[in-house]
Structures are given as C-alpha cells and as structure tokens.
Nanobody, 126 residues
Framework: QVQLVESGGGLVQAGGSLRVSCAASGGTFSSYTMGWFRQAPGKEREFVAAIIWSGDNTYYGDSVKGRFTISRDNAKNTVYLQMNNLKREDTAVYLC???????????????????WGQGTQVTVSS
C-alpha cells in the first residue's frame, strides 16, 4: 500500500510563487510515474504535471506550461511542484498521484494512477 501526503499549500498573491511537496511511503517510489492534478470547486480534476521514474521526462498541462516545474528526489521519496507567476485561476486543491506501472504515455489520464493523496489547498488572491 502506497501513502501519499501533500504539503506546502497556502495563500499567495497573484504573481507570487509556491512550492508544494508530496511525500510517498509504503512502496517503491523510484519506479513510479508521479503526477500532479488539481481540482477547483465545481470543476473536473485537471492534469497539471507528471514526471517519470528517472526524472528525465516531464510533462505539463497547457495552462501551466512555462510557469510550473515538477521535480523529484528519489532518495527522499518526494515529488515537488514549483509554481511561479501564480494566477487566480490556479486556485484549487492540488493532489499528487502515483502510477505504480511506471507508464509514460497516459500520464494525463486520471485512471492510470493507482494511489492519490488527500490534497493541499492553494489559494491565489488578486
């Protein structure tokens, strides 16, 4: 069983930066594809970013490309999402997810991920 715990969310002004983290336990983190999704009230869960097991390949949703950076530290079993130039529309609960198959083609698809964290709230004020 894999447990994922997000942290680092909070309130930030538009144009500011924030880094959220996701610590994994109970599995072989270094073999997983990890993803970040977000969900705003009344909206569907949206793909934000993904990173394969080695960190060599990263993928981003169109709305965050060029502003957000996903990274991982396999020694610490942790994946990060650095968010810069935040906008009000980035306000959401941010959830990390683990694809234990280590896939690299369907990273945008929620059903490809086996485990999910509870999420951390990010609120961007104007």
């Amino acid at each position: 069983q894999v447990q994922l715990v997000e942290s680092g969310g909070g309130l930030v002004q538009a144009g500011g930066s924030l880094r959220v983290s996701c610590a994994a336990s109970g599995g072989t983190f270094s073999s997983y594809t990890m993803g970040w999704f977000r969900q705003a009230p009344g909206k569907e869960r949206e793909f934000v970013a993904a990173i394969i097991w080695s960190g060599d390949n990263t993928y981003y949703g169109d709305s965050v490309k060029g502003r957000f950076t996903i990274s991982r530290d396999n020694a610490k079993n942790t994946v990060y999402l650095q968010m810069n130039n935040l906008k009000r529309e980035d306000t959401a609960v941010y959830l990390c997810a683990a694809d234990t198959k280590g896939g690299s083609y369907y990273y945008r698809i929620r059903s490809e991920y086996d485990y999910w964290g509870q999420g951390t709230q990010v609120t961007v004020s104007s």
